[in-house]
């Protein structure tokens, strides 16, 4: 896929300007939404890809006696969550997610604890498990999570190192409306589909080399 090298968050503001034709001194409102604009870039990207720039892993220990877990900044969606047990908590068990209510029904009484075999989203911050854990068993979580939006101090990112022409197509999309300048919106969505099918087909072939081609991840 082709693209600028070397984009940051103050090039991207640039290059808005350069390609809207605007960003003067006294074009206050543009500037002032500007930032937003490219920060409702990243988010509509997160919420439409699910790419490997995008996948984190957390790890750490349950709360013993606490059924409730912090989820990161920024998550998505959980792809898998796992705890260790057995001797040395070395054996890693995978946990199955149901619906909350599901839980509820299955561990019915708070206090009674035990070893952790479902997991659900108890609400956007948290997960909620059944059983309640008895112990700190290490766990981990690959999750899909919106990286670290950029900003004057946080010039670059997943989306500025590898895929920066689809940010910039995305960030134009979403100016356009604030400018009222239809007509272009035609040519930033088509750039921009261009680019996610890039994008698509390049996880798609990783997933394809990961699983056919090699013996380990």
Request: with cysteine; charged share 20%; glycine share 4%.
């Given at each position: 896929?082709?693209?600028?090298?070397?984009?940051?968050?103050?090039?991207?503001?640039?290059?808005?300007?350069?390609?809207?034709?605007?960003?003067?001194?006294?074009?206050?409102?543009?500037?002032?939404?500007?930032?937003?604009?490219?920060?409702?870039?990243?988010?509509?990207?997160?919420?439409?890809?699910?790419?490997?720039?995008?996948?984190?892993?957390?790890?750490?220990?349950?709360?013993?006696?606490?059924?409730?877990?912090?989820?990161?900044?920024?998550?998505?969606?959980?792809?898998?969550?796992?705890?260790?047990?057995?001797?040395?908590?070395?054996?890693?068990?995978?946990?199955?997610?149901?619906?909350?209510?599901?839980?509820?029904?299955?561990?019915?009484?708070?206090?009674?604890?035990?070893?952790?075999?479902?997991?659900?989203?108890?609400?956007?911050?948290?997960?909620?498990?059944?059983?309640?854990?008895?112990?700190?068993?290490?766990?981990?979580?690959?999750?899909?999570?919106?990286?670290?939006?950029?900003?004057?101090?946080?010039?670059?990112?997943?989306?500025?190192?590898?895929?920066?022409?689809?940010?910039?197509?995305?960030?134009?999309?979403?100016?356009?409306?604030?400018?009222?300048?239809?007509?272009?919106?035609?040519?930033?969505?088509?750039?921009?589909?261009?680019?996610?099918?890039?994008?698509?087909?390049?996880?798609?072939?990783?997933?394809?080399?990961r699983t056919l081609s090699r013996t380990s991840q």
């Open positions: 896929m082709s693209g600028a090298t070397g984009m940051t968050f103050n090039s991207l503001s640039q290059s808005l300007d350069d390609y809207v034709e605007r960003g003067t001194r006294n074009d206050a409102a543009y500037q002032r939404q500007k930032p937003q604009i490219i920060n409702q870039a990243e988010r509509s990207l997160a919420d439409r890809l699910k790419i490997q720039g995008y996948r984190d892993v957390m790890t750490g220990f349950l709360s013993p006696q606490n059924p409730t877990l912090p989820k990161p900044t920024g998550w998505r969606n959980t792809v898998t969550f796992s705890i260790g047990t057995g001797p040395g908590f070395v054996q890693k068990r995978l946990l199955r997610a149901r619906s909350f209510e599901y839980i509820a029904q299955v561990f019915p009484d708070p206090t009674s604890f035990d070893t952790p075999t479902l997991y659900t989203d108890y609400d956007f911050n948290n997960w909620v498990l059944g059983a309640c854990p008895d112990q700190a068993y290490p766990f981990e979580i690959i999750v899909y999570r919106l990286p670290d939006l950029l900003s004057n101090d946080n010039q670059q990112n997943y989306l500025t190192n590898l895929t920066p022409n689809l940010l910039l197509f995305q960030c134009l999309t979403n100016l356009e409306p604030f400018l009222k300048n239809d007509p272009r919106m035609v040519t930033w969505k088509s750039m921009l589909k261009d680019e996610l099918s890039a994008v698509n087909a390049q996880e798609i072939a990783k997933v394809v080399d």
